[in-house]
């Protein structure tokens, strides 16, 4: 493939060169890493002047580097797919949906925690009033009295902190949401996609 290269923005454009060209102008220091390039693949002179896809030269020697070392020759095909609009949108959805995985992991395990103090405090309820029970001999209101409150602070204190735990994972899934709402990279199903809703 060849590709127009230019210095800066309103430099005059110079090609078509091959990678292996601006590779060379790179090493004798025509040229450097932050130039401009863009595939010339049926561009008029007047396409190029108003061309938006434009990398830069370290996109391409990065892919003739890869060359020389028996990878792929092309190293602006591999990246321009990556760095068009639906590239950015791809990286953005990846991210959120990382994002919203370990949000609602966050919120399972709250809710996991307020399942195992609901658990604990049952058993020490049960506990207390079978113990209370046999050493006094009583099972009337004074071992599950004692159960109840050993109980309800064993457990209520492990239920708060679940709820505190799954509260944490819904602000951060509210907050993604929020971020999700208002990225510019993303279509509306786009967005009801990353937030799980269909």
């Known amino acids: 493939m060849r590709y127009y290269l230019r210095h800066d923005q309103i430099a005059p454009i110079q090609g078509p060169f091959s990678a292996a ?11 450097s890493t932050t130039a401009h ?4 693949v049926g561009q008029t002179s007047h396409q190029l002047k108003s061309a938006t896809n434009w990398l830069t030269v370290a996109d391409i ?4 580097e890869a060359a020389e070392a028996g990878g792929p020759t ?11 609009p639906a590239g950015r ?10 994002a919203y995985f370990v949000a609602r992991g966050i919120t399972a395990v709250g809710a996991g925690v307020k399942l195992i103090g ?25 071992p599950f009295a004692t159960g109840f409150i050993s109980g309800a602070f064993s457990g209520g204190t492990v239920y708060l902190i679940g709820v505190l735990i799954s509260a944490a994972g819904e602000l951060n899934k509210a907050q993604l949401d929020s971020a999700v709402n208002t990225s ?12 799980y809703l269909g």
């Open 37 to 40: 390039v863009v595939a010339a």
């Open 89 to 98: 949108a791809t990286r953005v959805m990846k991210r959120y949906r990382d």
């Open 118 to 142: 609901i658990a604990a405090g049952l058993l020490v309820f049960f506990g207390d009033l079978m113990i209370v029970g046999t050493l006094t001999g009583q099972f009337g209101i004074v």
């Open 74 to 84: 092309n190293g602006i095909d591999a990246q321009s797919s990556e760095r068009g």
């Open 184 to 195: 510019p990279f993303l279509t509306d199903d786009q967005r009801a996609e990353a937030m």
């Open 61 to 64: 020697t990065t892919g003739t």
């Open 21 to 31: 060209e601006i590779h060379e102008l790179l090493k004798s220091r025509e040229v």
